[in-house]
């Protein structure tokens, strides 16, 4: 039998700044328990963890300043499920160009991203996403400042737009270019709850 835990698994939102308030709720709807991550010793007992939209850069220097990249790192690379979207997408990304100088992220997922790849003139847009695993109708991609996923190497792509990744898995990790917690449909949070209960 599974343990209590794993039935409604506890997952960590990455509140650095950014929307995390809304993958809260979502996740909440979607049938987890929930923790706003703050300071390394929010890891503690988690089964999966997100990490939100906003501003990369920014969320990559206060993930230092409170000494959370280290074991953040250690624990995705562990194998805590994860769900990145948009700018955690960015921070978990093995390259990103366009990036500040000295913004060194988690380095984990196996793709190479260009930040605000999308360009200035569609810095936000809606797209029907066909999403592999989630079956029938189309998913409502919203993007915003989105990355541009520019190189893959041992990720699989489970959506594509105009030819390019903007999903991707690998192992325990999933990453998105743009942001289902802004959309009523929660099926990406639910699938990435039944994930983290595994
Ligand atoms: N452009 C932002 C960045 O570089 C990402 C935007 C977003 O998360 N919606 O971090």
Redesign the pocket.
């Known amino acids: 039998m599974r343990p209590a835990r794993a039935r409604r698994p506890l997952i960590g939102v990455l509140a650095m700044q950014?929307a995390f308030a809304e993958h809260v709720r979502a996740l909440e709807k979607s049938g987890a328990r929930t923790r706003l991550v703050r300071a390394p010793e929010d890891l503690e007992g988690l089964d999966g963890i997100v990490l939100p939209?906003?501003?990369?850069?920014t969320m990559t220097m206060l993930m230092e300043r409170t000494g959370l990249l280290k074991p953040l790192r250690r624990a995705i690379s562990h194998g805590l499920a994860t769900l990145a979207?948009?700018?955690g997408m960015?921070v978990l990304a093995r390259d990103v160009v366009d990036g500040m100088a000295d913004q060194h992220g988690l380095g984990l997922l196996d793709i190479g991203v260009r930040?605000?790849g999308y360009g200035r003139q569609v810095d936000s847009f809606e797209a029907a996403l066909d999403i592999t695993g989630l079956g029938g109708k189309s998913f409502p991609g919203v993007f915003?400042?989105?990355?541009l996923v520019e190189s893959t190497g041992s990720v699989e792509v489970i959506a594509r737009h105009n030819g390019d990744a903007v999903a991707v898995r690998q192992g325990r990790i999933v990453a998105l270019c743009f942001?289902p917690e802004l959309t009523g449909d929660l099926r990406l949070h639910r699938e990435f709850v039944k994930l983290a209960a595994s």
């Open positions: 950014g939209g906003g501003e990369s850069t979207t948009c700018a960015i930040r605000n915003i400042r989105a990355p942001h």
